[in-house]
């Protein structure tokens, strides 16, 4: 569904993706974990077609993404679930989920917002599949906010998309809401078959849902593996300020699985309270 292979961008003289090589299969979960400014957002904006990267080979859902694209075409395939939600207050819960098929149908059926009586159907079990499909019909402004990004993952299920990104999905939520959103998105996408990539600040989290964890530092990526994995030196190694860590955990002498060296107790409080915060 995703295959990244050498991907480079750079902002001016800022160097913000070196070479980075991933691949997501259907159904598959990963989880991108990094400090600020280690370019999770970055890649993440490159997949979902927001920007343009400098070289290498990105196609996302069968979309070569390095070619011209359409916004529509590309909605067709990709989806995506925002750390702000996204949602247009006013409109009932159901209304904001059909947003989801306006990359289906036609311009002036999305201005009329006029939808088939299959895209509420499709609607309303995709709020089913979130445990809400008893607030179809409520404004959205009432809900609560692990209640509104719960309808920002549905509406992105209705997309019907081969891929789903997360951006920090769970970021504004207490611990126990968190689990339950990340709970919902991993259980519903993995019985759809859809590849998701999410970015994360909290370790937890990623361990907890992840079938797979990617790790970037300072644009490199320095760990890609499964959680049992991410042990104290790879943890090292995804959250050091050091460049030259950074340059030895991904040079040929060592594996992107397991990279060496401590790993300091406070960048592990730092990392998987996030949430809690």
């Not at 070196?18 to 999770?40: C, N, P, Q, R, T």
Request: proline fraction near 3%.
């Amino acid at each position: 569904m995703i295959t990244i292979r050498n991907l480079r961008k750079s902002y001016g003289s800022n160097h913000v993706l070196h070479g980075i090589d991933m691949d997501v299969k259907a159904g598959e979960f990963v989880v991108m974990l990094g400090l600020s400014g280690a370019g999770k957002s970055t890649l993440l904006r490159c997949m979902n077609g927001l920007n343009q990267p400098d070289s290498g080979t990105l196609q996302v859902g069968g979309i070569d993404l390095m070619q011209t694209h359409s916004r529509r075409e590309l909605a067709r395939h990709v989806a995506m679930v925002f750390q702000h939600h996204n949602l247009v207050h006013r409109l009932s819960v159901r209304k904001n989920v059909l947003t989801g098929r306006l990359g289906q149908v036609g311009t002036l059926a999305s201005v009329l917002q006029f939808f088939k009586h299959s895209d509420i159907a499709l609607a309303d079990q995709c709020l089913e599949r979130v445990g809400l499909a008893h607030k179809a019909l409520e404004r959205t402004e009432a809900l609560s906010g692990g209640q509104m990004q719960r309808v920002g993952i549905a509406r992105a299920l209705a997309q019907q998309p081969q891929v789903i990104l997360a951006d920090e999905p769970v970021a504004s939520l207490d611990p126990k809401t968190a689990r339950r959103v990340l709970q919902y998105l991993r259980d519903a996408t993995r019985e759809m078959g859809i590849a998701v990539v999410c970015n994360l600040h909290q370790v937890d989290y990623a361990k907890e849902f992840g079938d797979r964890i990617v790790g970037l530092s300072q644009g490199r990526m320095v760990f890609d593996g499964a959680p049992a994995q991410l042990d104290d030196a790879a943890l090292n190694a995804i959250y050091s300020t050091d460049t030259q860590a950074a340059d030895a955990a991904t040079s040929p002498s060592h594996s992107v699985h397991a990279p060496t060296g401590p790993w300091h107790a406070g960048s592990a409080q730092l990392a998987t309270s996030a949430g809690a915060m």
